[in-house]
């Protein structure tokens, strides 16, 4: 399996660090904030690129790796392109259209409290039935098996329950001590199951918000959400370790928790190792067909009910030699999906997936509809996703899409 500490980690960690300052200057004028999503992005891209570059360094370079680092390269100088200076963004609140519907706001923000704690019965389930120092392995075991609906429930209502939450805490600053209890509560709860990241996704979702409606907070805030940003992003990141600690807390100490965190940043390149190593090219499958089964294989399966298997669980079985039953596998990066689709379309490929990418992070909605404003919120969040994992972001797209249109965007458009 992947582990950065087979090779020059030092050097790994000196390039990333190198990567990440160097990408952070060339976008700062297209990031709001410490917290903004494009700063997780980078970090990505930053790992990735270190993992690409200290691999060819160590085992040579070879015209497949001059692809991925290459085409890598590109696509980070299109979203350079694209993305919009944070500067540019105009977008006027309507503040009274909040105001006037604040009561019905504030029902569809209990709704969503509602299923998203529905969506945890599982762990509840789990957590009832279990010590406490097993809970944190829940997550782990709810990948190999678990509850469809929950899942669905879990995955599209969380940006719902964020976008209402910040809405009343930053925007309408009503009923302030009821939403950060939930907040408490829903943290508590990813925390403990096993959510290592738990704490910086809410960071980063914050940061989504502030960037989402970045003209209408003035700069004191935004300096006092980045002094927070500073304090919280270590915090976060000990927290994850101490998670990752009680992943198995006989044999690990602070120090395999830590090293566990630092090899999961540079793990975003797992799926590209494998297929450098054990000689994807010839055993997975490029052309359309095999790319939109890539993509939506999982779903069609069911509905067509024939046999499919995402890229990365076909990785895994080219690591393990064998055929592995596995809901999930490495991430399906922007190198992946060019060599699933075809690495001849490379330069195509980027350039659509990187103005995709900049329509969904530029996105300004209608001032007068608070249904595109939520939809808006969560479009911003899939720019990040679409090239560090498509079919993640596919999955959050159909959730999302499934919950709001059917539940919530029927109860927005009642006039009460």
């Not at 390269?73 to 350079?80: C, E, G, S, T």
């Not at 004191?220 to 927070?228: D, L, P, S």
């Not at 793990?267 to 052309?287: F, M, P, R």
């Not at 790319?291 to 995402?310: R, W």
């Given at each position: 399996?992947?582990?950065?500490?087979?090779?020059?980690?030092?050097?790994?960690?000196?390039?990333?660090?190198?990567?990440?300052?160097?990408?952070?200057?060339?976008?700062?004028?297209?990031?709001?904030?410490?917290?903004?999503?494009?700063?997780?992005?980078?970090?990505?891209?930053?790992?990735?690129?270190?993992?690409?570059?200290?691999?060819?360094?160590?085992?040579?370079?070879?015209?497949?790796?001059?692809?991925?680092?290459?085409?890598?390269?590109?696509?980070?100088?299109?979203?350079?392109?694209?993305?919009?200076?944070?500067?540019?963004?105009?977008?006027?609140?309507?503040?009274?259209?909040?105001?006037?519907?604040?009561?019905?706001?504030?029902?569809?923000?209990?709704?969503?409290?509602?299923?998203?704690?529905?969506?945890?019965?599982?762990?509840?389930?789990?957590?009832?039935?279990h010590q406490i120092r097993y809970w944190f392995l829940y997550r782990f075991k709810s990948l190999h098996k678990g509850n469809q609906l929950s899942k669905l429930l879990d995955t599209g209502i969380i940006p719902i329950f964020?976008?209402?939450?910040?809405?009343?805490?930053?925007?309408?600053?009503?009923?302030?001590?009821?939403?950060?209890?939930?907040?408490?509560?829903?943290?508590?709860?990813?925390?403990?199951?096993?959510?290592?990241?738990?704490?910086?996704?809410?960071?980063?979702?914050?940061?989504?918000?502030?960037?989402?409606?970045?003209?209408?907070?003035?700069?004191?805030?935004?300096?006092?959400?980045?002094?927070?940003?500073?304090?919280?992003?270590?915090?976060?990141?000990?927290?994850?370790?101490?998670?990752?600690?009680?992943?198995?807390?006989?044999?690990?100490?602070?120090?395999?928790?830590?090293?566990?965190?630092?090899?999961?940043?540079?793990?975003?390149?797992?799926?590209?190792?494998?297929?450098?190593?054990?000689?994807?090219?010839?055993?997975?499958?490029?052309?359309?067909?095999?790319?939109?089964?890539?993509?939506?294989?999982?779903?069609?399966?069911?509905?067509?009910?024939?046999?499919?298997?995402?890229?990365?669980?076909?990785?895994?079985?080219?690591?393990?030699?064998?055929?592995?039953?596995?809901?999930?596998?490495?991430?399906?990066?922007?190198?992946?999906?060019?060599?699933?689709?075809?690495?001849?379309?490379?330069?195509?490929?980027?350039?659509?997936?990187?103005?995709?990418?900049?329509?969904?992070?530029?996105?300004?909605?209608?001032?007068?509809?608070?249904?595109?404003?939520?939809?808006?919120?969560?479009?911003?969040?899939?720019?990040?996703?679409?090239?560090?994992?498509?079919?993640?972001?596919?999955?959050?797209?159909?959730?999302?899409?499934?919950?709001?249109?059917?539940?919530?965007?029927?109860?927005?458009?009642?006039?009460?």
């Amino acid at each position: 399996m992947f582990n950065i500490y087979e090779y020059n980690y030092v050097f790994g960690y000196v390039l990333f660090l190198s990567f990440f300052a160097i990408l952070f200057v060339l976008f700062s004028k297209k990031i709001s904030s410490l917290i903004d999503p494009l700063v997780m992005q980078l970090i990505w891209f930053s790992s990735i690129l270190a993992f690409l570059v200290l691999y060819s360094i160590q085992e040579g370079l070879s015209l497949l790796l001059v692809l991925f680092i290459g085409s890598f390269i590109f696509f980070i100088f299109m979203v350079k392109k694209l993305y919009m200076p944070i500067k540019t963004r105009n977008y006027i609140l309507n503040f009274d259209l909040f105001n006037k519907r604040k009561k019905i706001l504030f029902f569809t923000y209990l709704l969503s409290v509602i299923i998203l704690m529905y969506a945890q019965k599982n762990f509840f389930t789990f957590a009832f039935h279990h010590q406490i120092r097993y809970w944190f392995l829940y997550r782990f075991k709810s990948l190999h098996k678990g509850n469809q609906l929950s899942k669905l429930l879990d995955t599209g209502i969380i940006p719902i329950f964020y976008y209402f939450s910040f809405l009343f805490l930053f925007i309408l600053r009503d009923r302030r001590i009821i939403i950060l209890f939930f907040l408490l509560i829903y943290m508590f709860i990813r925390i403990f199951s096993g959510g290592r990241g738990a704490l910086l996704d809410l960071l980063f979702s914050i940061g989504t918000f502030i960037y989402f409606y970045y003209p209408y907070f003035n700069k004191t805030f935004i300096k006092k959400i980045n002094y927070f940003s500073a304090f919280f992003i270590p915090v976060s990141i000990l927290l994850a370790i101490i998670v990752s600690k009680m992943f198995d807390a006989k044999h690990q100490s602070l120090k395999q928790g830590a090293i566990m965190i630092f090899n999961r940043i540079m793990a975003s390149a797992d799926g590209v190792y494998y297929y450098s190593k054990y000689n994807g090219l010839t055993h997975i499958k490029s052309g359309f067909m095999p790319y939109i089964l890539s993509i939506f294989g999982i779903y069609l399966k069911h509905i067509f009910y024939f046999k499919n298997q995402d890229v990365g669980v076909q990785l895994l079985q080219l690591v393990y030699g064998r055929h592995i039953n596995l809901g999930m596998g490495p991430n399906y990066i922007i190198t992946l999906q060019i060599m699933v689709f075809g690495y001849y379309f490379t330069p195509f490929y980027i350039i659509f997936l990187a103005y995709f990418s900049s329509k969904l992070r530029n996105f300004i909605p209608n001032k007068n509809s608070i249904a595109t404003q939520i939809i808006g919120f969560f479009l911003v969040s899939e720019a990040f996703v679409l090239p560090l994992d498509l079919e993640l972001a596919i999955f959050r797209l159909v959730c999302f899409f499934i919950i709001f249109i059917f539940i919530f965007y029927p109860i927005l458009k009642l006039r009460l």
